[in-house]
């Protein structure tokens, strides 16, 4: 069992920088991915990015080269950086963790992310 807890969402205004943070508790040693994902109002959610255990980073067009994904793995926890936010960056947060020899992906709770134009 792995448990995901969101945190560092909020309001910021257009440009601005947030940064997120995905704990991670129990079954640690068995993830080998992370995602994170968002979903807006009356839309569907939508990948924003991935880190795999070596470090191996991967995004969505939409956010390449203003989001950047990391992780501690000594605080197990895994981060996404925002800059130069765009009122349509505005949705739910979510993180994801896959684990290896299974099909289960774990989800948090989620975060609000709302961008002022």
């Known amino acids: 069992q792995v448990q995901l807890v969101e945190s560092g969402g909020g309001l910021v205004q257009s440009g601005g920088s947030l940064r997120l943070s995905c704990a991670a508790s129990g079954s640690v040693s068995s993830i080998r991915h992370f995602d994170w994902y968002r979903q807006a109002p009356e839309k569907q959610r939508e990948l924003v990015g991935g880190?795999?255990?070596?470090?191996?980073?991967n995004y969505a067009d939409s956010v390449k080269g203003r989001f950047t994904i990391s992780r501690d793995n000594a605080k197990n926890t895994v981060y996404l950086q925002m800059n130069s936010l765009k009122p349509e960056d505005t949705a739910v947060y979510f993180c994801?963790?896959?684990?290896?020899?299974?099909?289960?992906?774990?989800w948090g709770q989620g975060t609000q992310v709302t961008v002022s134009s």
């Open positions: 994801n963790a896959e684990v290896y020899n299974s099909d289960f992906v774990y």
């Open positions: 880190i795999y255990s070596d470090g191996t980073t």
